[in-house]
């Protein structure tokens, strides 16, 4: 069985203080709940906060992106070894947004994925077509090719802890939201190169979540899906009540 997860990016939203006023609204809101991991990706400044303010809670923290390299002169950058020295078990890889934004290739998502793999932490890696190559009917090319990219000279054993997420970056903060059946038939193409890459148990027991617009409103129809293994959400969950709906969901 794969253990669904339900993680909140919260991309560049929140301060340290704004972030201990979410917990203290949000983690009433969902004490008990084992059914999902439920994963929060904060600002690298909120991190450490977040990170102390879940102990002992059914809640995680994660950072939202990482160097490859313990250390070296690369100003703005936080390498693994930080990450772990606060106690961070999980990253998010390859997220449409640097790719988009700040020149992010997947062969540096390869890189951090391997030094993740290497310090214990638990890397979501982030996968996506455009808006054109859905249109131009290249999802799967595009898909096959993110993952073969992401997992070059990844083993089975290395990839035991992998999570993947399918973000369409067409859907990704803009209120469209690929339909449950589009989403898993794009979540079967992921699975069937995952069996490619690291051989088909390796496949089968990683989760890959959907990502694009999720809200409260679709979360049931998705996860009813049998390829989707959980959300990765990103506005939705910057408010406690709408995120506690959605990992509550029915």
Known sequence: MRKPVIAGNWKMYKTPKESLAFLDAFLPLVEGHDRDEIILF???????????????????????????????????????????????????????????YFNETYERVNLKLKAAINHGITPIVCVGELLAEREDLRTEETLRSQVRAALRNISASEA??????????????????????????????????LSHCCGPQTAANTRILYGGSVKPENIGELMAQEEIDG????????????????????
Do not use: K
């Not at 102390?52 to 950072?63: K, Q």
């Not at 989403?183 to 190169?193: D, G, M, P, S």
């Not at 959300?231 to 029915?250: K, R």
């Open 42 to 100: 904060p600002t690298m400044s909120s991190l450490a906060y977040v990170i102390e303010a879940t102990i002992g809670t059914n809640v995680r923290a994660g950072a939202q992106n990482m160097h490859w390299l313990n250390e070296g002169p690369y100003t703005g950058q936080t390498s693994p070894t930080m990450l772990v020295s606060i106690g961070c078990r999980h990253v998010l890889l390859g997220h449409s947004e640097p790719r988009l």
């Open 160 to 193: 035991r802890r992998l999570v993947i997420a399918y973000e369409p970056i067409w859907a990704i903060g803009t209120g469209s939201t690929a339909s449950p059946e589009v989403a898993a038939q794009a979540h079967a193409i992921i699975r069937h190169e």
């Open 231 to 250: 959300a990765l959400v990103g506005g939705a969950s910057l408010v406690p009540t709408t995120f506690a709906d959605i990992v509550n969901y029915v």
